[in-house]
């Protein structure tokens, strides 16, 4: 059986739709694989709760209760590296990683980001494509490498912008759209990994 883990910092709804679609679409007996572990760099990460009342090993990594982001990133790894995953995915998992742990996961290493990369990398990604008066916003699965929301893409989805959009009602509205990709990403890789 091939193990995913996932990474979370909050409301993990991404991760709960990875688990339903891996539920609901049987990834086991289809492609061999399941959800293993649920990891989160903070205790108070709400998709924790969804993950145990699943039945999903959870753990947390508290970054504060590390020294540099290489002793946090090694913890990390520690703690993933026990489920021998397939596939490391990262999902609304807010800390940047160091090349050492991107590079451990070598194209095993998946990103959801809030924008059509290669457009609006970083951190507010709707208030910024609303300013520069984009018509269309979105979200891209891609695969990790150790520059920031640079690597090869996977799937893509495009949501309009529609006059007097806020941030928040365009994240709202990428946000359905990430739960339909991410899961189909996903299971593209491991179909196509075999
Ligand atoms: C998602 O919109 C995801 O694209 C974004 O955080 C949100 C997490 O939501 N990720 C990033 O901004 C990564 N830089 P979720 O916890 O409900 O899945």
New binding site residues.
Partial sequence: MKNIVIL??????????IVREAQRGHWGERLGARVAAVVSNRAGA??LVFAREQGIATAVVDHKAFPSREAFDAALAETIDAHAPALVV?????RILTPGFVERYQRRLL????SLLPAFP??H?HQRAIDAGCRFGG?TVHQVTTEL?VGPILEQAVVPILPGDTADAL?AR??TQ?HLIYPRAIARLLHATG
């Fill in positions: 979370i910092s909050g409301g993990g709804s991404n991760m709960a739709a709400g998709g990262l999902a609304g998992f807010m990103n959801i980001h809030p970083g951190l990604t979200a929301d994240a990428v946000l990430e």
